[in-house]
Nanobody, 122 residues
């Protein structure tokens, strides 16, 4: 099995910064894309940012220029640096990874973290 463990959420004032981390562990053969999604109350889960194993990135228009995604392949860890936070960034943030396991490395499985709350409020 594979586990994704997130950390770094919390309460921050508008204009502030937070850094989220997500570490993958378990029976990992390889990880392709990793990313962050978020879900605000009453809204659908949406992609925030994603990064491939070779470092290509993709961002939602609403966070471009404010958020930066990065990863450490040796540690199977993905990060999300969030700057200039706005109240509309308030949501539960979920880590996602496309993983090939040592049990079945012919197929990519989607794994999700448990979510971490980010609240932007004065």
């Amino acid at each position: 099995q594979v586990q994704l463990v997130e950390s770094g959420g919390g309460l921050v004032q508008p204009g502030g910064s937070l850094r989220l981390s997500c570490a993958a562990s378990g029976s990992i053969f390889s990880i392709n894309a990793m990313g962050w999604y978020r879900q605000a109350p009453g809204k659908q889960r949406e992609l925030v940012a994603a990064i491939t194993s070779n470092g290509s990135t993709n961002y939602a228009d609403s966070v471009k220029g404010r958020f930066t995604i990065s990863r450490d392949n040796a540690k199977n860890t993905v990060y999300l640096q969030m700057n200039s936070l706005k109240p509309e960034d308030t949501a539960v943030y979920y880590c996602h990874a496309e993983v090939r396991t040592v049990v079945d490395f012919t197929y990519e499985y989607d794994y999700w973290g448990q979510g971490t709350q980010v609240t932007v409020s004065s």
